[in-house]
């Protein structure tokens, strides 16, 4: 009888707190009865949609909370609540494979890479966004390995040098490279942020256009074009490094640019953006589910999801999580033909019973930016079913933050956030929102 009595009272108790957390109307949940047993169990564990929008999980990715003129990480929005998190991928291992790669693939084609035959081989470089590190981070691994860097504050100097053709520039460098038996000097030709009119930066038409007035004052000294992305870097390689047979080198691993490399494009690197776009719903994923973090990271989930250590790496101190980066060439990028695809590892499906469908709403900073919409995007509506995410996703202008925050008017409809800023500064006008 007793025993009756206690069971009585804990079904009321435990029908009455799902009744006040989960009836706050923002959760958008119509709930059948059957749900009902499922919902008392979420709103026990205080995750329902009633958590108060500052306390609910946040991710940035892509663009990581830093100052854009010192690259200084910005600790306040990485500890926003204790489950935000960082996604992106780690800026300088992927640096150095880059520069490395332009490196080797002058040493391997010696014998034809100085078109003009003066000795000097000349490069053009692409830069994205001069106050975005993984930017900055590009520019210096290819100054580095080429030798054309130049030291200023304790590192290389990653500033845009305009043109440089007399190798006069103060920002960079002449290098020397010995190759084939021979010795060249290595030259900047010319470089700069590709920011177009608007003020969208990694602007590939911009690149593009680049090209052309680059190549129509100095093309015969051109014997490589580098750029800190695929977007920026086949914009100049279809207008004009294709035709002339002159090797380009970019990021991404963007489906159009490894596909090119069968057609001359000297290279690119993958950031495993199939890991990033993982990372970045799982980390949500976890918390919501109020699972340890690791989860299905670094320990297997219950569906057998996993990643090792050659993929990623997990500094808690940033709170960032951080793919590794392959390089691919004319050696390896059958592998990588279609970047779409979900990394293997990490591709099976969560068991709703356990990870209930919830609502996420996400942005991308630039609707037109190459890798975010056709690799990281595709690839994130890829996992979202898998993860049992109703994922929003919002398109900006590369522009303006506010044409971003203006669509997040109502942050109570969602579960966790899922940010890209357009500029690294601004992370204050996110959480501002989430903070009212
Ligand atoms: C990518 C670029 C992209 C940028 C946007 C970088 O990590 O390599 O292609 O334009 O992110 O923030």
Redesign the pocket.
């Given at each position: 009888m007793k025993k009756k009595l206690v069971l009585w009272t804990m079904a009321a108790l435990l029908a009455f707190s799902a009744t006040a957390c989960g009836g706050s109307g923002d959760s958008g949940n119509t709930d059948t009865k059957e749900e009902g047993s499922k919902k008392e169990e979420t709103a026990s564990k205080g995750e329902s949609s009633s958590v108060a929008n500052k306390d609910k999980p946040l991710v940035w990715f892509?663009?990581q909370p830093s100052n854009s003129s010192t690259g200084e990480l910005d600790m306040n929005a990485l500890n926003f609540n204790k489950d935000t998190y960082y996604v992106g991928f780690d800026a300088n291992q992927g640096a150095e494979l880059q520069g490395q790669m332009v490196k080797e693939y002058i040493e391997e084609h010696a014998d034809t890479i100085d078109r003009n035959g003066d000795g000097v081989i000349g490069y053009v470089l692409a830069i994205?966004d001069i106050g975005?590190n993984?930017s900055i981070a590009r520019t210096r691994g290819v100054r580095k390995a080429l030798g054309t860097g130049v030291e200023k504050d304790g590192n290389i100097n990653s500033e845009p040098v305009g043109t440089n053709v007399d190798g006069k520039a103060t920002a960079v460098q002449d290098g020397t490279l010995e190759a084939g038996g021979k010795k060249f000097t290595v030259r900047e030709l010319g470089s700069q942020e590709m920011k177009n009119s608007a003020g969208a930066t990694?602007d590939a038409a911009t690149a593009g256009n680049a090209i052309g007035t680059w190549s129509s004052s100095f093309g015969e000294d051109i014997d490589v074009v580098v750029s800190?992305?695929?977007?920026m870097g086949m914009s100049m390689f279809n207008a004009w490094s294709k035709d002339n047979k002159v090797p380009t080198f970019g990021?991404?691993a963007n489906s159009d640019a490894v596909a090119a490399i069968a057609e001359g494009y000297g290279g690119t690197i993958s950031?495993h953006a199939d890991v990033q776009a993982y990372l970045t719903l799982r980390v949500l994923r976890n918390a919501l589910d109020g699972v340890d973090i690791d989860t299905g990271i670094g320990t297997p989930d219950e569906a057998g999801n996993v990643l090792s250590e050659n993929e990623y790496r997990y500094s808690e101190e940033e709170r960032s999580y951080y793919a590794l980066n392959v390089a691919v060439t004319a050696d390896n990028y059958k592998d990588f033909t279609d970047s779409t695809k979900t990394f293997e590892p990490v591709s099976n499906q969560l068991d709703e019973s356990k990870s209930p469908k919830k609502k996420v709403w996400l942005n991308i900073?630039n609707a037109s930016?190459?890798?975010?919409s056709s690799t990281y995007q595709p690839l994130l509506q890829n996992y979202d079913d898998l993860l049992n995410l109703d994922v929003e996703y919002i398109g900006g202008d590369g522009q303006t933050e506010s044409n971003i925050t203006n669509r997040l008017g109502n942050p109570g409809q969602y579960d966790a956030f899922a940010i890209?800023m357009v500029k690294t500064d601004n992370a204050a006008s996110y959480t501002a929102l989430l903070n009212q």
């Open positions: 892509n663009r994205g975005h993984d990694w800190n992305n695929d977007g990021y991404d950031q900073y930016d190459n890798f975010l890209n």
